[in-house]
């Protein structure tokens, strides 16, 4: 079976950051032929960034399931959150709390990796805030997945990027491949693609609806180390 690019686990809508409605990427993910949409709007704890989200997330939630029900012969939806991994609070009790107050389909965090934020060093280090999703992961349950969005390993040095992908594969964490960035291009990316206990995932970044499905490039990289079969929700495309 050859995968084609007619998925995508990362999109978003006007419920964040995002330009048109939910329906309006489900309908035009159909029109594209697209099987799989994982829907993706960003949560964050910090006030200043989306506020919405974190106080109408049940909202969210069920605008998607309504939707995946609605469309279900046509093409499977999924509920996700991009959260915001530079946030003081991040996964503290209470926004653990929230975050798994709905049964999302998988969650995605960003930021993971970034050297350049206003927050302190200890709520940036890559290796600290995995050790935190790890946890988070555990109380899920196993069907559930959870990895890193648009992971930056460039600025990393050897043995902490070693570290990083040791952690990373311990956790059961997935990586993904996003096509709006180049970093997955990078050398330093290679050892997450090359390690075959780390599993993956690809997505546009769509923040419009005419994106959605642009992962050609990414795909055709995981293709080249026959990496694919490491695909989460693989068994929605095959
Ligand atoms: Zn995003």
Redesign the pocket.
């Known amino acids: 079976m050859v995968l084609k690019p007619n998925f995508d686990l990362?999109?978003?809508t006007n419920w964040s950051d995002g330009i048109s409605s939910c329906r309006e990427m489900v309908e035009y993910s159909i029109s594209k032929e697209i099987r799989l949409l994982g829907i993706?709007d960003?949560f964050s704890t910090d006030p200043e960034k989306n506020p919405r989200m974190a106080r109408r997330l049940s909202d969210y939630y069920e605008e998607i399931r309504f939707l995946g029900k609605e469309f279900e012969k046509q093409i499977r939806v999924k509920a996700s959150l991009?959260v915001d991994a530079r946030t003081y609070d991040f996964l503290s009790e209470k926004s653990i709390k929230v975050l798994t107050s709905q049964d999302f389909d998988y969650y995605?965090f960003?930021y993971v990796t970034d050297p350049y934020s206003y927050y302190p060093i200890e709520t940036r280090d890559p290796v600290i805030i995995i050790s935190k999703i790890k946890k988070f992961k555990e109380i899920l349950s196993d069907s559930c997945p959870v990895g890193i969005?648009?992971m930056e390993v460039r600025y990393l040095k050897e043995d902490k990027l070693e570290k990083v992908v040791d952690d990373l594969a311990e956790a059961e964490l997935f990586v993904e491949l996003?096509s709006?960035k180049d970093n997955y291009k990078h050398e330093k990316f290679k050892p997450i693609i090359e390690r075959e206990d780390i599993k993956l995932s690809i997505?546009s970044?769509a923040?419009i609806k005419t994106r959605i499905g642009d992962i050609a490039y990414p795909l055709k990289l995981l293709k080249s180390y026959n990496a694919t079969k490491r695909l989460i929700f693989l068994e929605d495309l095959i």
Do not use: C, P
Request: charged share 20%; glycine share 6%; aromatic share 0%.
């Open positions: 990362h999109i978003h993706s960003h991009e995605l960003e969005a648009h996003n709006s997505g970044d923040h």
